[in-house]
């Protein structure tokens, strides 16, 4: 029980990397942008953010520039697609290649930094003595944990719910209709891709600044990036599911990890930590899960089924029919 | 309220426009024209396609920007640079193509774009609000309802009521009637008489002259971008008038069809079913008979499994159930190449995509069919000279108008791309043809055309399948007509040497939006 209890409060915090990510992703694609270069701008801002924290001692400015520094990066995919009209997924998978470079570059040295100040971790009154889920929930996580409890109900709320929410769904959907009506679809597109960024480099932050600290060059991200835009499609653009899916990879990551620590599981040698080879292919598990959301998603009926935006993936142009 | 203009002086118009000139890359769509409205009329804006009718329109309605000339609105010069600055002036337009958002409600997409509310959407306030604008018109629609919920008639609604919502007090209708029903056109006459009548002023885009005599106070005529008849009084002109205004030339309105004995059965559609492209039901429960020598029409609104039969039919979409007998060999569920060797020709609703290879030269676009067999090759080896020579006789025999058959064709008209199609499809001698729409876009010179073609074909003891959305079309030119509705027969109707009667269109316009023949009782639908 206690055991289970660990890993599911593990994956409240690995799963806000996630959410934040996912979340920034859905509002690129909700506006008709999809973006591949989460992974890139992830990096670029758990670098960012671990750097201007060793400068300035302060995690909360790490994390703001953060979140500027990613904003900025998805400007490029943003004039490249909106702007130039270019390939949605040519361009993403380039900008994930320069954000990676950027960060290699400018991040190196970073791991020997040393001790920096994190992201404080707070255990809420009250809440965090109900059983069990107290303890899953609210208790020794990062605070960053609990905003991420608020801004998903947030996001679902403002998508839904307010005005801007609405012209955000009709730019995606049929931008034509929203341009008739005097809704400019590329200050949109663009402000959206730039939030999707900005929540990029805030995921990317809250892992080398609360969750798991420090600089570890391509590995700080590991390839969460790519699994923040499969659970997009996962959770069908939908907030509250990205929530739901976001926590149970951040649990699966960490069962992954346990599994193969113990000498002996269910009563028999664990090959997992006899060969810790195989510790690979555990591993590997999310990103295979990845690929197979990826390519039921690019599936076009499949696509329509699930609610994806209509215009995803399009670039618009005024006055061509259709779309 | 009275308008007055510049100089305080009266005017009549509420809309002005004066010597318009637009100029695309290679054509000039508007060449000084002067346009005007009165308030509270139906002002009917006449024309082939590729007239200027929209362009002169989408310049009212702050799309375009015109190269020359001036609008006034009630007498004041305006200068749109957007859709939203007409707006405000009191200009909306219902396009053609529906400016709605599927997977939104009725109101939301009414209160798109708008500055109120500003940010919570609280949807209910609105919902009535809406609800009782619309019951001032006749504009009767849910507002809660999802846009995808929605025939197509409620849509236009839908888009009508989003401009008045706006304030328009003039209203742009751009080809209005071409995705209704016979009913539903009705209904839309009687909205946009009761608006007519509530004082705001109607502009009626169409190349449909029943439907301009019908509707219009005045009627404005445009022919490759010139006026050739301004602000005329509809009552006393004749559609003969109006043709030759539009199309510069004397047009015979119905085909002439011969008489000609049916022969043997060639194509029989049993209890077919298939998914559309959602993967949900297109085709529910189609059965239909062709025999050779007959056009066998399929009348219905858009979207109620049309193209998936046709699909089914030349083997580009699979069927879940039924069967597809030509000549009495089963073709459903095989390859596209396995009807075309049994002679099966289609012309597709999407000339540019199905039709043809838009960068492949005339030449190419010909051959695609015959390439496999001498003497257009020998082995695997295309002999040029003989394929040039095919499409060039083609060229001469379908008037197909193009420098010379190495022109890709993407660069070709309407009519003359069709005509490419035709001509391929035509000179392989099918025995069944499956045309899908094949007059949509097309001048009426180009109709009578293709109309003509289909007639020889039916004559030479092809069996044609006519699909179609214009009802006028296929009683004059089908033998029979059987009614889709969300892929289910509705029923057949059979037409003896042209004739038509009232009784007929209103049994097809039943049909068309739901009601089996054999539960149609019209001495009953009278008292409704």
């Not at chain 1, 998508?159 to 730019?171: E, F, K, Q, S």
Request: with cysteine; net charge neutral.
């Amino acid at each position: 029980m206690e055991a289970i209890i660990v890993i599911l409060q593990a994956g409240i915090a690995n799963g806000t990397v996630l959410l934040f990510a996912t979340l920034g992703e859905i509002f690129a694609e909700r506006s008709g942008v999809m973006n591949l270069g989460v992974e890139g701008m992830m990096l670029l801002g758990a670098m960012s953010a671990y750097s201007v924290t060793i400068a300035t001692g302060n995690p909360w400015l790490g994390l703001l520039v953060a979140m500027l520094v990613s904003g900025l990066l998805s400007q490029i995919h943003a004039y490249i697609t909106i702007t130039l009209k270019a390939d949605q997924v040519v361009s993403g998978l380039a900008l994930t290649f320069l954000g990676t470079g950027i960060s290699l570059v400018l991040g190196e040295g970073l791991s020997k930094a040393g001790a920096v100040s994190l992201v404080p971790v707070y255990s809420v009154p009250l809440l965090s003595a109900i059983p069990i889920l107290g303890k899953i929930f609210f208790t020794d996580q990062s605070v960053l944990v609990y905003f991420g409890f608020i801004l998903a109900p947030l996001a679902w709320f403002y998508i839904n719910r307010t005005r801007p929410g609405m012209h955000l769904r009709a730019v995606g959907e049929y931008p034509s209709a929203a341009d008739a009506l005097g809704i400019n679809i590329f200050a949109m597109r663009y402000a959206y891709v730039f939030l999707g960024g900005m929540l990029a480099g805030l995921a990317g932050g809250t892992i080398s600044l609360a969750i798991s600290p420090g600089w570890f060059s391509e590995m700080t991200t590991g390839g969460q990036g790519w699994i923040a835009v499969g659970l997009v499609i996962f959770a069908q653009w939908d907030p509250f599911k990205a929530m739901f899916g976001a926590y149970i990879f951040g649990a699966l990551n960490r069962v992954i990890l346990d599994i193969q620590l113990p000498k002996v599981i269910l009563g028999i040698a664990n090959p997992f930590f006899y060969h810790t080879y195989l510790g690979f292919f555990l591993q590997m598990i999310p990103y295979a899960f990845t690929i197979l959301v990826l390519v039921i998603g690019s599936h076009e009926a499949n696509r329509k089924r699930m609610g994806a935006p209509a215009a995803l993936g399009i670039p618009y142009v005024r006055g061509e029919r259709g779309l | 309220m009275e308008i007055t203009d510049h100089t305080g002086a009266p005017t009549p118009y509420i809309v002005e426009m004066r010597s318009i000139t637009k100029r695309f890359p290679g054509v000039l769509a508007n060449d000084h024209v002067d346009f005007e409205l009165k308030r509270g009329e139906i002002h009917a804006l006449l024309g082939e396609n590729g007239a200027g009718k929209s362009t002169l329109m989408n310049i009212l309605a702050g799309l375009y920007h015109q190269d020359g000339g001036s609008i006034l609105v009630k007498g004041q010069s305006v200068n749109f640079s957007s859709p939203r600055d007409a707006i405000k002036a009191g200009i909306g337009m219902v396009h053609q193509h529906f400016m709605l958002v599927p997977s939104q409600t009725v109101t939301e997409n009414i209160l798109l774009g708008l500055e109120n509310p500003r940010f919570l959407m609280r949807l209910n306030q609105y919902d009535s609000k809406i609800a009782a604008l619309g019951e001032r018109f006749g504009l009767i629609v849910d507002p809660k309802a999802k846009i995808w919920q929605l025939s197509v008639g409620e849509q236009q609604r839908v888009e009508i009521l989003k401009m008045i919502y706006r304030g328009a007090e003039v209203l742009i209708m751009d080809e209005p009637t071409a995705v209704l029903a016979p009913q539903e056109i009705d209904g839309l006459f009687k909205i946009l008489r009761a608006m007519a009548a509530d004082g705001k002023s109607i502009i009626f885009i169409s190349h449909k002259l029943q439907e301009v005599t019908a509707i219009s106070d005045t009627v404005t005529v445009l022919r490759r971008g010139k006026v050739t008849a301004r602000s005329l009084p509809a009552l006393n002109v004749t559609r003969q008038e109006l043709a030759k205004l539009m199309v510069g030339r004397d047009v015979s309105f119905t085909a002439v069809k011969a008489f000609k004995e049916p022969g043997k059965v060639v194509l029989d559609i049993k209890n077919l079913k298939t998914d559309n492209d959602k993967g949900l039901a297109a085709l529910r429960d189609f059965s239909l008979d062709i025999r050779s020598g007959e056009i066998v029409g399929v009348a219905g609104v858009a979207g109620n499994g049309q193209r998936e039969l046709a699909q089914v039919i030349t083997g580009l979409r699979r069927c879940t159930g039924g069967q597809v007998f030509l000549n009495g060999t089963k073709v459903e569920n095989h390859e596209p190449i396995f009807g075309i060797d049994r002679g099966i020709s289609y012309i597709p609703e999407d000339r540019t995509q199905v039709g043809t290879a838009p960068n492949l030269s005339v030449t190419d676009n010909i051959i695609m069919k015959r390439y496999r067999f001498t003497p257009i090759s020998k082995g695997s080896v295309i002999n040029i000279k003989a394929a040039t020579k095919m499409a060039n006789d083609l060229k001469i025999s379908y008037e197909i108008s193009v420098p010379n058959v190495e022109t890709p064709v993407r660069l070709l008209s309407g009519g003359n791309l069709q005509k490419v199609i035709l001509a391929r499809e035509i000179s392989g001698k099918p025995s069944l043809m499956v045309a899908v729409q094949p007059t949509r876009g097309l001048d009426v010179g180009a109709i009578e055309g293709v109309h003509r073609l289909l007639l020889e074909q039916r004559q030479a003891g092809a069996a044609i399948l006519l699909i179609s959305e214009e009802l006028e079309e296929l009683l004059s030119l089908c033998d029979r007509v059987f009614v889709i509705y969300e892929g289910c027969t509705m029923g057949e109707i059979k037409i003896h040497n042209q004739e038509t009667s009232q009784k007929m269109i209103e049994q097809i316009g039943m049909m068309m939006t739901g009601t089996p023949l054999d539960q149609i009782d019209l001495g009953a639908e009278e008292h409704v």
